[in-house]
C-alpha cells in the first residue's frame, strides 16, 4: 500500500479528530493497518483540506557493498 504525506500539524488533527493515537494515525498513512479506521483516516488526509498525497515507495537493491 503506498504512505500518504501529511504536514505534522495535521497528524495531530487526524488524531483528535479520530479519537486516536499517533501511533494509529501513523500506521495508517504508512498503510501498515487495513482497519476501518485506517482507512477512514487515509480517506479524510487525501480529500479534505488536510493536504496529503500519495507516494509509491520503490524497493531498492542494498546500498551495503559485496564482500
Known amino acids: 500500500m503506498n504512505e500518504i504525506i501529511v504536514p ?3 497528524k495531530k488533527e487526524l ?3 479520530f479519537n486516536t493515537s499517533h501511533v494509529t ?3 495508517a498513512l504508512k498503510g501498515k ?3 476501518v479506521l485506517a482507512k477512514q483516516i487515509r480517506e479524510r488526509a487525501l480529500h479534505t483540506n488536510i493536504g496529503g498525497y500519495e507516494i509509491t515507495l520503490i524497493e531498492s537493491e542494498s546500498a551495503t557493498p559485496n564482500r
Do not use: F, N, Q
Request: charged share 50%; hydrophobic share 10%.
Open 33 to 35: 493497518s487495513k482497519s
Open 25 to 27: 494515525v501513523r500506521k
Open 15 to 17: 488524531r483528535e479528530t
Open 8 to 10: 505534522h500539524t495535521k
